[in-house]
C-alpha cells in the first residue's frame, strides 16, 4: 500500500494510506509566530464541509506533543464534536475524548515503543522521546512510524537529537525533521542508521513570511541540508 502525504501547514501532515487516514498535528486554529495554523480552507473542510472530504472524520488523530504550534485544544475539541474519529494517540491527553473517539494517551520511555495494527497491513509505532531543547527535557514527544510492507515513513516530531533513540523505526524510506533537527549533529548518523531514501523538513515558517525568526528557520534547514548528500532533503510538500 503506497501513501498520499498532504500538508496541513506547519508541521502537520494527512496520512493517506489503502483507504486509512491519519492526521497528525495537523488542526490549529490559533496563531503561533512564525508557523501558520491550519489554513482556513482547509480548517472549513475538517470543521464543517461535506461528509465526503478527506479532511472530515479521520480514523486516527495522532499528537506528537502539546505545545501550541502542534496543538490547538479548542479546534481539536471543535473537530471531535463534528466528526467521527476512531482513536487518538498522544503522550498525553488534557481532556475526556468526545464522540467515538478514544484517547490513547501514553508516555513512553526515550527509545522505548508500542506497535498498534490500525488497519489490515498498516502499523503506527509510536516511539518516545524527550522533546528537543533544555527547557523542555520534561515535556514527552512522539515520534510516529507508519509503516506497510511498501513504504516505511517517520515523524520525528520535535524530539530531542539522540538518534539512538529513533533506533526502533529501524529502515525508513521517508524520514521527516524540523529545521533545527536537520541542522544537528544528529542527522549524519540518522541517515546512516535508518538509510532513507528522501529527508523532508518540514515545521516550516510560511514562505511568504519574511520576519526574523522565518529567516532565521530558513536559514538553518539551508545549513543542515549542505551537511547531507546533494538531493537527499527536500522541503516537504504534499506528495
Keep these: 500500500m503506497n501513501f498520499t502525504l498532504t500538508s496541513a501547514a506547519n508541521a502537520g501532515v494527512l496520512i493517506e494510506c489503502g483507504g486509512t487516514r491519519l492526521l497528525l498535528d495537523g488542526i490549529r486554529r490559533a496563531p503561533f509566530?512564525?508557523?501558520?495554523?491550519?489554513?482556513?480552507?482547509?480548517?472549513?473542510?475538517?470543521?464543517?464541509?461535506?461528509?465526503?472530504?478527506r479532511w472530515r472524520s479521520v480514523d486516527f488523530l495522532l499528537f506528537s506533543h502539546l505545545h501550541p504550534d502542534h496543538f490547538d485544544e479548542e479546534a481539536v475539541r471543535d473537530y471531535l464534536a463534528?466528526?467521527?474519529?476512531?482513536?487518538?494517540?498522544?503522550?498525553?491527553?488534557?481532556?475526556?475524548?468526545?464522540?467515538?473517539?478514544r484517547a490513547n494517551a501514553f508516555a513512553l520511555a526515550n527509545g522505548g515503543w508500542r506497535d498498534f495494527e490500525i488497519a489490515p497491513g498498516i502499523i503506527l509505532r509510536a516511539i518516545g522521546t524527550a522533546h528537543a531543547g533544555e527547557?523542555?527535557?520534561?515535556?514527552?514527544?512522539?515520534?510516529?512510524?507508519?509503516?506497510?510492507?511498501?513504504?516505511?515513513?517517520?515523524?520525528?516530531?520535535d524530539g530531542d537529537y539522540v538518534p539512538e533513540w529513533y533506533l526502533p523505526a529501524g529502515h525508513v524510506d521517508a524520514l521527516f525533521v524540523n529545521p533545527l533537527?536537520?541542522?544537528?549533529?544528529?542527522?549524519?548518523?540518522?541517515?546512516?542508521?535508518?538509510?532513507?531514501?528522501?529527508?523532508?523538513?518540514?515545521?516550516?515558517?510560511?514562505?511568504?513570511?519574511?520576519?526574523?525568526?522565518?529567516?532565521?528557520?530558513?536559514?538553518?534547514?539551508?545549513?543542515?541540508?549542505?551537511?547531507?548528500p546533494e538531493g537527499l532533503v527536500k522541503p516537504f510538500e504534499s506528495l
Excluded: C
Excluded at 135 to 157: K, M, P
Excluded at 193 to 217: C, I
Design 135 to 157: 527547557q523542555f527535557a520534561s515535556v514527552r514527544n512522539h515520534a510516529y512510524l507508519v509503516a506497510t510492507d511498501q513504504a516505511r515513513i517517520l515523524f520525528v516530531g
Design 181 to 228: 533537527f536537520l541542522n544537528s549533529r544528529a542527522m549524519p548518523e540518522m541517515v546512516r542508521q535508518h538509510a532513507p531514501k528522501t529527508v523532508y523538513v518540514y515545521h516550516l515558517p510560511a514562505a511568504e513570511n519574511d520576519d526574523l525568526q522565518a529567516r532565521f528557520y530558513r536559514r538553518v534547514a539551508a545549513r543542515g541540508a549542505k551537511k547531507l
Design 82 to 101: 463534528g466528526n467521527r474519529v476512531r482513536e487518538i494517540f498522544a503522550p498525553e491527553w488534557p481532556f475526556a475524548a468526545q464522540g467515538t473517539a
Design 33 to 53: 509566530a512564525p508557523f501558520l495554523p491550519t489554513p482556513p480552507q482547509i480548517l472549513e473542510q475538517m470543521l464543517s464541509g461535506p461528509e465526503t472530504s
